[in-house]
C-alpha cells in the first residue's frame, strides 16, 4: 500500500507548458482513472508519477519522500509501468520477459533465486499465461504481450502500478480481461493503480475515482457520475454526447450523438 | 629452434587472434544490445574506424614503438572510438530514438570520413615512416600484427577486464531490449549506464584495433549466431559471444596464414568473405525491425 502526492506541479518540455500546477492526493489502495482527449496531458502525468520526468515545478511525493531523490532503483522496487506497447527486438520467451521484473531486486553477476522465481511464476498465473512461459514473446498477439507485460509489472512486486492507456490496442475481449485482473489486484492486495484511460465507458465501469484533464489542467476530479456529465464531455472532448446509465452497474454509459446528415442511409 | 617459434611467435600470435575476436564479438554484444539492433556491429557504426585513425595518429608519432609507445596506441584508439560513437549516435539520434538506418548511414559517412583522414595520413608520412603498401593494406583490412609477448602485455588485460565489466551490465541490456524508457522503469539509470556500455564497447574495439587493423564482421556475425543458438539473454550471450569471437578469429587467422602461404591473406578478408553475406542476409531479414 503507498500513496502519492501530486503538489502543485507543472511540467514543460522545451515546446511548451504541458501540465500547470496540477494538485492530487492518491490514496493507498485507491484506483484512479486519467482522462482527457488526446495531448491533455495523462501520458506526461504518467512519466511524472513513474519518475522517469521531473516536474519543472512542484514535486511529488511517494509515500512522503520526495521521487525526484529516490534513484531509479529503488522508485522501481515499488512502481511499475505498463505503457500502451512495448517493442522487443529480440527473440525473448515469455519467462525471460517476465523476469525482467525482477531485474530492480537483482546484484549483477548475481542469478535469480527461489524467491524471484516464485514471483515470476505467480505473476504469470495471475495473469494467467503460465501455459505461454516457453513460448516466443515476439510471436504472440497483441493482446497476449499486454497481458506479458503486465505480468512484468507484477513480477516487480510493485505497491503503485501506472498504466498508460493499457488497452487501447486490444479487442474488447483482452480490454475487459486486463481491466478486471488489475481491478482484481487493487481489491485483493491493495495495489494503487493510476491508469490513463481512452475509452470513456471502460473507465466508469472500472475505476472508483476518475479525473479528467484538459489542456494540462484538471477540469474535473470525482466518481464516475461527478465526473462524466453530459456538458462537460461536450465541452472537453468537443463532441456530442448522450450520457444514460450503464444497464446493470448504473454507471454513466455515453453514446456518441452523431450529426443527422453523417449517418448511415437506413 | 622449433619451440621458440612456437612460444615466441605463433603462440602469441593465436593468442592476440583470440583476444581480438573476443573483443569485438563482445563489443558487438554491446553495442547490439544497447542499440537494440542486431547490425550494430563496431566495424559498421564507426567505432573501428574511429579506433583506426586513433591508433594510426599514435603509431605515427615520433616516439619509439617499445613498450612503453605501444601503450599509447590503445589509449588514442579509445580515445578516437569513443568520440566517433558518440558523434555517430548523436547523429543518428532523431526525435528521442535511434533507428537502424540512421545509425548504419551516419557510421558509413563518419567511416568513410575518418578513412579518409587515414589514408591521407598514411601517404603523407609514408616516405618518413618508411610504410610500405603492404602493411597499409593489412592494417586496413586487418591482420593479426603479435609478433611477441609485449603487445599483449597492455592488450590482454584490457580486453579480459573489458569482458568481465561488460558481463557487469548483463542486466543492463536485458532491460535495455525493451527500450530507453522501459529500461527507467526497471531501474537502470539509463543516461549514465549507456555511456558506460558505449565506453566498454569502444575500449574492447579499440584493444582489438591496436593489434590488428579493422577486422570487419565479427562483431556482427558472432553475437548472432550465439543469439540463434543460446537465446537473447545477455548474462550467456555475452561470454558464449567471447569465446566464440575468440575461436573464430584464431581460425580465421590460421586460414589468412595458410590459404595462400606464403603469401599471407590479411585475416579481416577472411571474416568479410564469411561476415558480408551474412550481413546481407540478415539486411533481407529483419526489415521488420527496422519500425521502432
Same mark, same amino acid.
Request: net charge neutral.
Given at each position: 500500500?503507498?500513496?502519492?502526492?501530486?503538489?502543485?506541479?507543472? *511540467?514543460?518540455?522545451?515546446?511548451?507548458?504541458?501540465?500547470?500546477?496540477?494538485?492530487?492526493?492518491?490514496?493507498?489502495?485507491?484506483?484512479?482513472?486519467?482522462?482527457? =482527449?488526446?495531448?491533455?496531458?495523462?501520458?506526461?502525468?504518467?512519466?511524472?508519477?513513474?519518475?522517469?520526468?521531473? =516536474?519543472?515545478?512542484?514535486?511529488?511525493?511517494?509515500?512522503?519522500?520526495?521521487?525526484?531523490?529516490?534513484?531509479?532503483?529503488?522508485?522501481?522496487?515499488?512502481?511499475?509501468?505498463? =505503457?500502451?506497447?512495448?517493442?522487443?527486438? *529480440?527473440?525473448?520467451?515469455?519467462?525471460?520477459?517476465?523476469?525482467?521484473?525482477?531485474?530492480? @531486486?537483482?546484484?549483477? @553477476?548475481?542469478?535469480?533465486?527461489?524467491?524471484?522465481?516464485?514471483?515470476?511464476?505467480?505473476?504469470?498465473?495471475?495473469?494467467?499465461?503460465?501455459?505461454?512461459?516457453?513460448?516466443? *514473446?515476439?510471436?504472440?498477439?497483441?493482446?497476449?504481450?499486454?497481458?506479458?507485460?503486465?505480468?512484468?509489472?507484477?513480477?516487480?512486486?510493485?505497491?503503485?502500478?501506472?498504466?498508460?492507456?493499457?488497452?487501447?490496442?486490444?479487442?474488447?475481449?483482452?480490454?475487459?480481461?486486463?481491466?478486471?485482473?488489475?481491478?482484481?489486484? /487493487?481489491?485483493?492486495?491493495?495495489?494503487?493503480?493510476?491508469?490513463?484511460?481512452?475509452?470513456?465507458?471502460?473507465?466508469?465501469?472500472?475505476?472508483?475515482?476518475?479525473?479528467?484533464? /484538459?489542456?494540462?489542467?484538471?477540469?474535473?476530479?470525482?466518481? =464516475?457520475?461527478?465526473?462524466?456529465?453530459?456538458?462537460?464531455?461536450?465541452?472537453?472532448?468537443?463532441?456530442?454526447?448522450?450520457?444514460?446509465?450503464?444497464?446493470?452497474?448504473?454507471?454513466?454509459?455515453?453514446?456518441?450523438?452523431?450529426?443527422?446528415?453523417?449517418?448511415?442511409?437506413? | 629452434?622449433?619451440?621458440?617459434?612456437?612460444?615466441?611467435?605463433?603462440?602469441?600470435?593465436?593468442?592476440?587472434?583470440?583476444?581480438?575476436?573476443?573483443?569485438?564479438?563482445?563489443?558487438?554484444?554491446?553495442?547490439? !544490445?544497447?542499440?537494440?539492433?542486431?547490425?550494430?556491429?563496431?566495424?559498421?557504426?564507426?567505432?573501428?574506424?574511429?579506433?583506426?585513425?586513433?591508433?594510426?595518429?599514435? &603509431?605515427?608519432?615520433?616516439?619509439?614503438?617499445?613498450?612503453? !609507445?605501444?601503450?599509447?596506441?590503445?589509449?588514442?584508439?579509445?580515445?578516437?572510438?569513443?568520440?566517433?560513437?558518440?558523434?555517430?549516435?548523436?547523429?543518428?539520434?532523431?526525435?528521442?530514438?535511434?533507428?537502424?538506418?540512421? &545509425?548504419?548511414?551516419?557510421?558509413?559517412?563518419? $567511416?568513410?570520413?575518418?578513412?579518409?583522414? &587515414?589514408?591521407?595520413?598514411?601517404?603523407? &608520412?609514408?616516405?618518413?615512416?618508411?610504410?610500405?603498401?603492404?602493411?597499409?593494406?593489412?592494417?586496413?583490412?586487418?591482420? +593479426?600484427?603479435?609478433?611477441?609477448?609485449?603487445?599483449?602485455? +597492455?592488450?590482454?588485460?584490457?580486453?579480459?577486464?573489458?569482458?568481465?565489466?561488460?558481463?557487469?551490465?548483463?542486466?543492463?541490456?536485458?532491460?535495455? $531490449?525493451?527500450?530507453?524508457?522501459?529500461?527507467?522503469? %526497471?531501474?537502470?539509470?539509463?543516461?549514465?549506464?549507456?555511456?558506460?556500455?558505449?565506453?566498454?564497447?569502444?575500449?574492447?574495439?579499440?584493444?582489438?584495433?591496436?593489434? $590488428? !587493423?579493422? +577486422?570487419?564482421?565479427?562483431?556482427?556475425?558472432?553475437?548472432?549466431? +550465439?543469439?540463434? $543458438?543460446?537465446?537473447?539473454?545477455?548474462?550467456? %550471450?555475452?561470454?558464449?559471444?567471447?569465446?566464440?569471437?575468440?575461436?573464430?578469429?584464431?581460425?580465421?587467422?590460421?586460414?589468412?596464414?595458410?590459404?595462400?602461404?606464403?603469401?599471407?591473406?590479411?585475416?579481416?578478408?577472411?571474416?568479410?568473405?564469411?561476415?558480408?553475406?551474412?550481413?546481407?542476409?540478415?539486411?533481407?531479414?529483419?526489415?521488420?525491425?527496422?519500425?521502432?
Amino acid at each position: 500500500m503507498i500513496s502519492l502526492q501530486i503538489r502543485q506541479v507543472s *511540467f514543460s518540455y522545451l515546446n511548451g507548458l504541458v501540465l500547470h500546477n496540477i494538485d492530487l492526493s492518491i490514496k493507498a489502495g485507491e484506483m484512479v482513472g486519467l482522462l482527457g =482527449p488526446n495531448g491533455s496531458g495523462k501520458t506526461t502525468l504518467i512519466k511524472l508519477a513513474s519518475g522517469i520526468l521531473k =516536474p519543472t515545478q512542484g514535486e511529488l511525493k511517494l509515500d512522503g519522500s520526495n521521487l525526484s531523490r529516490l534513484s531509479r532503483r529503488s522508485v522501481a522496487r515499488s512502481i511499475a509501468v505498463v =505503457p500502451q506497447q512495448f517493442h522487443i527486438p *529480440f527473440a525473448f520467451t515469455v519467462g525471460e520477459v517476465v523476469m525482467l521484473g525482477r531485474i530492480p @531486486f537483482l546484484r549483477a @553477476f548475481a542469478e535469480e533465486n527461489e524467491i524471484d522465481k516464485r514471483f515470476i511464476t505467480n505473476a504469470l498465473e495471475l495473469v494467467g499465461i503460465s501455459k505461454l512461459r516457453e513460448r516466443r *514473446f515476439d510471436e504472440l498477439s497483441g493482446g497476449e504481450r499486454q497481458k506479458v507485460i503486465l505480468a512484468m509489472a507484477l513480477a516487480q512486486q510493485p505497491k503503485l502500478l501506472l498504466l498508460d492507456e493499457p488497452v487501447v490496442h486490444l479487442d474488447i475481449a483482452h480490454q475487459v480481461e486486463i481491466l478486471e485482473l488489475v481491478r482484481r489486484l /487493487n481489491g485483493e492486495q491493495g495495489l494503487t493503480v493510476i491508469a490513463a484511460m481512452h475509452d470513456l465507458n471502460l473507465a466508469a465501469l472500472y475505476f472508483d475515482r476518475l479525473v479528467l484533464l /484538459n489542456g494540462g489542467r484538471v477540469v474535473a476530479d470525482g466518481t =464516475p457520475a461527478q465526473v462524466l456529465t453530459e456538458g462537460r464531455i461536450r465541452e472537453v472532448f468537443s463532441a456530442s454526447v448522450s450520457v444514460g446509465q450503464h444497464p446493470t452497474t448504473g454507471v454513466p454509459h455515453i453514446v456518441v450523438m452523431p450529426k443527422r446528415d453523417a449517418t448511415k442511409k437506413q | 629452434m622449433d619451440e621458440t617459434i612456437i612460444f615466441q611467435i605463433r603462440l602469441p600470435r593465436v593468442i592476440g587472434g583470440a583476444m581480438v575476436g573476443a573483443a569485438l564479438a563482445t563489443a558487438g554484444v554491446l553495442f547490439q !544490445g544497447l542499440l537494440r539492433n542486431p547490425m550494430a556491429d563496431p566495424y559498421i557504426i564507426g567505432t573501428s574506424a574511429g579506433a583506426a585513425l586513433g591508433a594510426t595518429i599514435a &603509431m605515427m608519432l615520433p616516439i619509439n614503438l617499445a613498450f612503453l !609507445g605501444f601503450g599509447l596506441v590503445p589509449v588514442a584508439a579509445f580515445g578516437c572510438a569513443l568520440a566517433t560513437v558518440i558523434l555517430v549516435y548523436n547523429l543518428a539520434r532523431v526525435g528521442g530514438k535511434t533507428p537502424i538506418i540512421s &545509425m548504419l548511414l551516419a557510421g558509413f559517412v563518419v $567511416s568513410a570520413l575518418l578513412f579518409a583522414i &587515414m589514408a591521407f595520413l598514411m601517404l603523407s &608520412m609514408s616516405e618518413r615512416l618508411d610504410l610500405d603498401l603492404h602493411s597499409v593494406y593489412s592494417f586496413l583490412f586487418g591482420h +593479426v600484427s603479435v609478433t611477441g609477448w609485449g603487445q599483449l602485455a +597492455v592488450i590482454a588485460p584490457l580486453v579480459i577486464g573489458g569482458i568481465i565489466g561488460a558481463r557487469f551490465f548483463a542486466f543492463h541490456l536485458n532491460a535495455f $531490449s525493451l527500450g530507453e524508457e522501459g529500461a527507467a522503469y %526497471l531501474g537502470i539509470e539509463v543516461e549514465r549506464d549507456k555511456m558506460l556500455i558505449l565506453g566498454l564497447g569502444s575500449l574492447l574495439t579499440a584493444a582489438a584495433v591496436s593489434i $590488428s !587493423g579493422l +577486422v570487419g564482421f565479427v562483431g556482427l556475425v558472432v553475437p548472432h549466431a +550465439v543469439r540463434l $543458438s543460446l537465446g537473447p539473454d545477455h548474462r550467456i %550471450l555475452l561470454p558464449a559471444s567471447a569465446l566464440a569471437g575468440g575461436a573464430f578469429v584464431v581460425i580465421a587467422d590460421l586460414l589468412a596464414r595458410t590459404l595462400l602461404a606464403p603469401v599471407e591473406i590479411p585475416v579481416g578478408v577472411v571474416t568479410a568473405i564469411i561476415g558480408a553475406p551474412f550481413f546481407i542476409y540478415l539486411l533481407r531479414h529483419t526489415r521488420r525491425e527496422y519500425a521502432f
